[in-house]
Structures are given as structure tokens and as C-alpha cells.
């Protein structure tokens, strides 16, 4: 009985290794997230606040989402802003645009 919870263990085993293949997607999008800026949020909003849809695409990146709501378009991006106070990463920052441009910022932690 127990050699054949041993080969049992030993098959198991085996057959859930990974044999060399790259980590899980979640473990690789941290390691992303690791390497990407983190601005001041006072920084943040002076690097974006007034510019237009490309020059905030171009200073910091594609944003996450995007949501269309009534006259405003508010692009949602993570992490990518710290609270100089506390010192720690804001979940999300929001960016809204009107008229396609950036009219104000909300910092959420």
C-alpha cells in the first residue's frame, strides 16, 4: 500500500511540474509593475494636467481602463502615483478629460 501512494506522489508530481515554462501570467504582470514609474502625486498632476490625450499617453503610458461618462472621459491608471505623506502607492489614479483634454486628477488610495 505504501509504494502505491509513493508512485501516486511520484505522478502527481511529475505531472504538475512545469518543466521550464515561464512563470504564471500574474507572477510576470508584478514583475511589470515593478519596473514602472511611480510619480509623486504632485508630480503626476503637473506632468499631466492641461495636456491633451497624446501628451499623457506619451508621459505615462496607455492607461488601464477607460470609462465614457457623460461629457467626461476618465482614464483609470494603477499604481502609478505615491502619497508623499504616507508614503505609499495610490491604487488608482484617475484622469479625467474633457473636450480631450486633462481637466483634473483623483488620487485614490
Not at 491604487?91 to 486628477?105: K, N, Y
Request: glycine letters at 10%.
Amino acid at each position: 500500500m505504501r509504494s502505491v501512494w509513493c508512485g501516486l506522489l511520484v505522478v502527481l508530481v511529475l505531472g504538475c511540474s512545469r518543466n521550464g515554462d515561464p512563470a504564471p501570467k500574474q507572477y510576470m504582470v508584478k514583475d511589470a509593475q515593478k519596473d514602472k514609474k511611480v510619480y509623486s502625486r504632485e508630480d503626476f498632476d503637473r506632468l499631466v494636467v492641461g495636456k491633451s490625450r497624446e501628451d499623457v499617453v506619451s508621459a505615462a503610458g496607455t492607461p488601464d481602463s477607460v470609462v465614457e461618462k457623460g461629457g467626461e472621459t476618465i482614464w483609470h491608471y494603477k499604481g502609478i502615483t505615491r502619497d508623499t505623506a504616507t508614503n505609499t502607492i495610490d491604487d488608482t489614479t484617475q484622469v479625467i478629460l474633457e473636450g480631450g483634454l486633462v481637466v483634473r486628477i483623483v488620487h485614490q488610495n
